[in-house]
């Protein structure tokens, strides 16, 4: 039996920082009420000329940097992103060029918006389990402010820019416990960009039923607590950290809640960078990690839930 291990993670914030006030000359918003409703202070966004790839870039040398590797000992990439720099090619082939790597390894975007990064990391875990791969680098990234409507108060406060990266690596002993995966397209009207490529409908913008997906939300988070925990045969109490998507402060703490943990063992980042979609559970690891609260042997507990609806687990020993 083959398994896969975290050995590396980088991450990449933009520059320029996005605060509530700035958001309540926009639209009729307030700090408190954005703070209450959703515990986001301020986002990162990225600047005219930056795009998806550079962040990934970014955020793929620090992880390079942190497991003292050279690029071209990578043998998979999968990016998960909604925001991608073209149609085609993949943004995972522009960064394979980027990044210097000339060894033909395969490299393909994953699309579950939100529950992305969740979706690659599974792939990659099969990949390398399979035996197919030893080494794959794992991207979530998003430009959510390319596609938010800036007069729109519902959406335009939740979201931010940024990306993480993370590199997967066999192993012979268990890191990555399991992995569960779902959809369930019925309710995709909940949370989309409703224009497409081969449906252009002329609103390129999140549009976003913010109290139904609020619901939802919270039930298949809590529902897939004990799905996942099932699967695996570990309790809550052998989960140290929950990594969770970081969407909104309170349905962190429903989830939290769900795993008997307290609020001190949840790596919490949404204060200070809004929704990052595909970014925001790698961006949570990398900022655990070099803080040093997350450290080897630990177990930790990642779920994300997106649009599609799209949502998903994984539970892995560091
Ligand atoms: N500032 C001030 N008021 C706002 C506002 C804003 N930015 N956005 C909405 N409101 C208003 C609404 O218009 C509504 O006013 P009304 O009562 O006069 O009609 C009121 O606040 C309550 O709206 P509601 O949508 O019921 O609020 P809520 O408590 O559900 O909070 C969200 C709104 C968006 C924060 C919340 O629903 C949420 O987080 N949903 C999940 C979103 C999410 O995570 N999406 C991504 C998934 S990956």
């Known amino acids: ?12 914030l933009p520059e320029r920082v996005m605060t509530n006030a700035e958001l309540e000359v926009l639209v009729d918003t307030s700090d408190e009420w954005i703070q209450a409703r959703t515990g986001i202070r301020e986002r990162h ?15 793929a040398l620090r992880a390079l940097e942190a497991a003292d590797i050279d690029a071209n000992t990578i043998e998979l ?53 399979s035996g197919a791969v030893k080494r794959a680098l794992v991207l979530g990234a998003d430009s959510n402010s390319r596609i938010l409507d800036w007069s729109d108060r ?29 959809a369930n397209g019925a309710y995709s009207s909940l949370l989309q960009v409703p224009s497409g490529v081969s449906k252009p409908t002329g ?18 988070m809590g529902s897939i607590v004990n799905e996942t925990l099932e699967e695996c045969g570990l309790e809550k109490n052998d989960i140290d950290w929950l990594i969770p998507h970081q969407a909104n402060q309170r349905i962190i703490k429903a989830t939290a809640k ?61």
């Open 45 to 59: 966004i990225v600047r005219d000329d930056e795009s998806t790839c550079d962040m990934c870039e970014q955020a």
């Open 154 to 182: 519902g959406t335009c406060v939740l979201f931010g820019d940024g990306a993480g990266a993370m590199l997967l690596e066999a192993a012979t002993e268990p890191g990555i416990y399991v992995t569960r995966l779902h």
């Open 77 to 129: 990439i999968v990016l998960a992103t909604s925001t991608p720099d073209l149609i085609y090619p993949s943004t995972a082939c522009l960064l394979q060029h980027r990044l210097g790597i000339d060894n033909n390894c395969a490299a393909f975007d994953v699309q579950a918006a939100c529950s992305g990064f969740i979706y690659a990391f599974s792939i990659a875990d099969k990949f390398i389990a």
């Open 203 to 220: 609103d390129p913008f999140i549009r976003m039923r913010g109290n139904e997906v609020f619901k939802f939300a919270v039930n298949a």
């Open 1 to 12: 039996m083959r398994y896969s291990r975290i050995t590396a993670t980088g991450s990449y």
């Open 258 to 318: 769900k795993l008997d943990m307290t609020m001190e063992k949840v790596i919490l980042t949404v204060a200070e960078h809004g929704n990052t979609s595909g970014g925001s559970i790698p961006l949570a690891l990398d900022t655990g990690i070099r803080d040093g609260r997350i450290k080897r042997g630990d177990n930790l507990f990642f779920e994300a839930i997106g649009s599609g609806f799209t949502w998903g687990s994984v539970v892995a020993k560091y």
